[in-house]
Every structure is written in structure tokens, then in C-alpha cells.
């Protein structure tokens, strides 16, 4: 879920995509009338997601790693 997420908000707060041009086909009235505030509280939330992803996705090598030592003793 955490993924569909971060592609939702980097496709629809103006990250990806022109959501902000009322002649844009990506156009998002929601995120066209943010304020600049606003919208800079959902990117640091956005970046904040996409580290925690990466650090879950860092974690499954790292899980591999301890089993294999795990399976030495």
C-alpha cells in the first residue's frame, strides 16, 4: 500500500506531472489551489515515505544476510 502511496502523490502533487496548468491534461484543482505551505508539508511527507521505503527494501538483503549467518550455528 505504502508504494501505491507515493506514486499517487508523485503523479498528482506536481512532482511528476503539471498538475497545476488548467489547460494540462494532469491538471488536479485540489493541488492547484494549494498554498505553497501546504503543499511543501506533502513533499516532506513524500520524502519522509520514499527513505522509509528504501530503508524496507535495504532491510530484506539485510534479513538475508543474518539468516546465513544464522545458518552457521
Known amino acids: ?3 501505491y ?5 508523485l503523479n498528482n502533487l506536481n512532482v511528476r506531472h ?4 488548467e489547460k494540462d491534461k ?3 484543482a ?4 494549494m498554498n505553497d ?11 519522509q515515505m520514499i527513505l ?10 539485510r534479513n538475508r544476510l ?3 549467518l544464522k545458518s552457521h550455528y
Open 52 to 61: 522509509l521505503a528504501i530503508l524496507e527494501l535495504e532491510q530484506i538483503y
Open 18 to 21: 503539471n498538475n497545476v496548468n
Open 37 to 47: 505551505e501546504e503543499l511543501e508539508k506533502w513533499y516532506d511527507e513524500l520524502y
Open 26 to 28: 494532469k491538471y488536479k
Open 30 to 33: 485540489y493541488t492547484a489551489h
Open 5 to 9: 502511496n507515493i506514486f499517487f502523490m
Open 1 to 3: 500500500m505504502q508504494l
Open 66 to 68: 543474518v539468516d546465513e
